[in-house]
């Protein structure tokens, strides 16, 4: 199972409930992923021991200036402005370009070749109870996560893969659907204040627009409204785990502590929501797989059907 | 006309409700100043939440392109596949499909298409927003899921509230930023003259307010920092205000964990209006007169 845990909003407690389902879950080896490059945090709370590192290039142009004719096709073809033909010279804008390879292709006199721009690192190790962690960290001042997201994902440095736990980055955009994508289940962890609402809201349309099956843990239970709840019940959400808002969790989680350390009695909860998960996903599959029998299914139907 | 930048690296530290109290603190203090705000966290907007927006008008945000293939055009040739590096382009029943998600309109296919099959079609990617708000002009904006070019969007809206702010002869303008470290937050970040770091005093705080401090001194804007939940570790404050000292940059205000802050926001209102005088408000009333006197002082 790859499962992604996201929030809309940030802050709200992704990662502690990431890290402490991991542990919740540590016979069966998961691999977790801390997919928030921007700002990672898991690894204070897993305490990894590092020891495999791999950089992030993205593979940017130089310009063999002895074969360019300055005909500025390559200014042309870029749809990210990142290539500036100036008086004959090309002057690429790394953290504008996103590698698609498409100047190198059009170039007429083959001048230019793609050399590697570290734009973040990837790293990896076993952590506590020898959970499987890697993590990415985008480089300051770089702007696309997605590719960081993308190598993380794609790495594999333990051999096999699954369970996989990913830890989203906060919001609904690119890097947050990289990280759903693929997935066969979303984590939505919220808080039951308006915040929380309008941003779990977000998040379960984009899930939707992914075709992924959605559950909530309600974390600082208690602190605001009922709205998050009666939302849920509306929408058919299943909140599968409640979380009550108490300062000692709060002071804990500050302190570096994860949940089910800190409060052994979450330990089977923690199994429990891994549980619940595994039997949402089951039902699901033999509901829809009840429903292919019956009906023939062309697959590029349901492509474009997306 | 100055700019602030209200950033933290990590979710949930307070961004928001602090922007929403310094606003009204910005209109409501005996030299008061007129402000413009904008709401720089596009992928989850929640200042509208709190500032009562009216007189709302919206705008269709275009934000970039994807692929579209003509199947009468398509020889078949499958060059598109090739080419595509985002994994955007397959195999399908009747020819190939494009998924719409992973397309970044690069246009790779479009030009290497033998059979002008390929185009490019401009998506309405989100919407920004202009509207009257209890502290001053509001651009706040709703990326839609899925979307992409959200730093595009960042600049767009602040270059709308930016013009808004001139024509008014405002004084500052107020940045809500979004949190991490890229795209959206570099856009967030660009032209600002001061930035309010909010920070948490938990482990995992310190650690992204690390980062957020390393983005605005790579884009060189000057820094300054506030402790949210200070009461959440003792530890944890005494953390940020040493790696302060070090590093030279100034503390502008602590403040405390209050319930009323959750309390405010289900009621709509800034904590300002729902608890005046209780510790949280007082404390971001000194910290605000420390912010004018920072920005007022970088006029000299």
């Known amino acids: 199972m790859i499962l992604t845990i996201a929030s809309g909003k940030g802050g709200t407690g992704k990662t502690t409930v990431a890290t402490s389902l991991a542990l919740a879950i540590a016979d069966l080896s998961p691999l977790y992923l801390d997919c928030d490059v921007e700002a990672p945090n898991a690894h204070i709370f897993l305490n990894p021991e590092l020891n495999q590192f791999q950089t992030v290039n993205l593979p940017i142009p130089a310009v063999d200036e002895s074969r360019c004719e300055g005909c500025a096709r390559c200014a042309e073809v870029c749809q990210y402005h990142a290539i500036v033909v100036i008086g004959g010279k090309v002057l690429v804008f790394p953290e504008l370009c996103h590698g698609c390879g498409s100047c190198t292709l059009q170039c007429p006199e083959g001048a230019i070749e793609e050399i590697p721009y570290k734009t973040g690192s990837l790293e990896a190790g076993l952590a506590k109870n020898e959970i499987r962690f890697a993590r990415g960290t985008l480089d300051i001042g770089q702007p696309m996560a997605v590719p960081i997201i993308r190598a993380l994902q794609d790495w594999n440095p333990f051999g096999e893969l699954e369970p996989v736990i990913r830890d989203a980055p906060p919001g609904v955009s690119c890097p947050v659907v990289e990280t759903m994508s693929g997935a066969d289940f979303v984590l939505l962890v919220t808080e039951p204040t308006p915040f929380g609402l309008h941003d779990l809201h977000l998040a379960v349309q984009l899930a939707g627009e992914l075709g992924l099956p959605v559950g909530v843990v309600l974390n600082r239970d208690g602190i605001g409204d009922q709205r998050v709840d009666d939302y849920c019940q509306t929408a058919g959400i299943p909140i599968l785990m409640r979380i009550p808002f108490d300062d000692q969790i709060g002071r804990a989680v500050a302190g570096g502590k994860t949940l089910v350390e800190a409060f052994p009695e979450y330990l089977p909860r923690f199994r429990g929501l891994y549980i619940s998960i595994n039997d949402l996903l089951h039902e699901r599959k033999s509901r829809r797989q009840h429903y292919e029998e019956s009906v023939p299914i062309s697959k590029s139907d349901e492509m474009s059907g997306r | ?300």
């Open chain 2, 1 to 300: 006309m100055k700019q602030l930048v209200i950033l933290s690296g990590k979710g949930g530290t307070g961004k928001t409700s602090i922007a929403a109290a310094l606003s009204q603190l910005a209109s409501e203090s005996e030299r008061s100043m007129s402000i413009v705000l904008a709401d720089a966290d596009v992928d989850a907007a929640n200042l509208e939440l709190i500032l009562s927006p009216s007189n709302t008008r919206k705008e269709d945000f275009w934000g970039g392109q994807i692929a579209e293939i003509d199947q009468r055009r398509c020889a078949q040739c499958g060059e598109c596949m090739q080419v595509c590096r985002f994994d955007a382009i397959h195999a399908a029943d009747d020819g190939f499909a494009i998924n719409p998600i992973a397309c970044e309109g690069c246009a790779a296919c479009f030009y290497v298409c033998p059979s002008e099959a390929i185009s490019l079609k401009e998506q309405v990617a989100g919407a920004w927003f202009h509207s009257d708000s209890l502290y001053g002009p509001l651009f706040h904006a709703a990326l839609y899921p899925a979307q992409e070019n959200s730093g595009k969007l960042v600049t767009r809206i602040k270059q709308h509230a930016k013009l808004q702010a001139l024509d008014n002869g405002c004084d500052l303008m107020i940045v809500d930023g979004p949190p991490g470290v890229g795209c959206p937050v570099i856009s967030a970040v660009s032209g600002a003259d001061l930035a309010l770091i909010v920070a948490e005093p938990s482990k995992a705080g310190v650690h992204d307010m690390r980062r957020i401090l390393e983005t605005t001194d790579h884009f060189s804007v000057p820094s300054v920092v506030c402790i949210n939940k200070t009461d959440l570790s003792a530890e944890g404050s005494a953390e940020i205000e040493s790696y302060c000292q070090e590093a030279g940059i100034a503390m502008v205000g602590t403040i405390p964990f209050d319930v009323d802050i959750p309390r405010a926001m289900s009621q709509g209102q800034t904590i300002i209006t729902f608890q005046p005088d209780g510790s949280a408000s007082r404390a971001l009333r000194d910290m605000w007169q420390r912010i004018v006197a920072l920005l007022r002082g970088s006029d000299e």
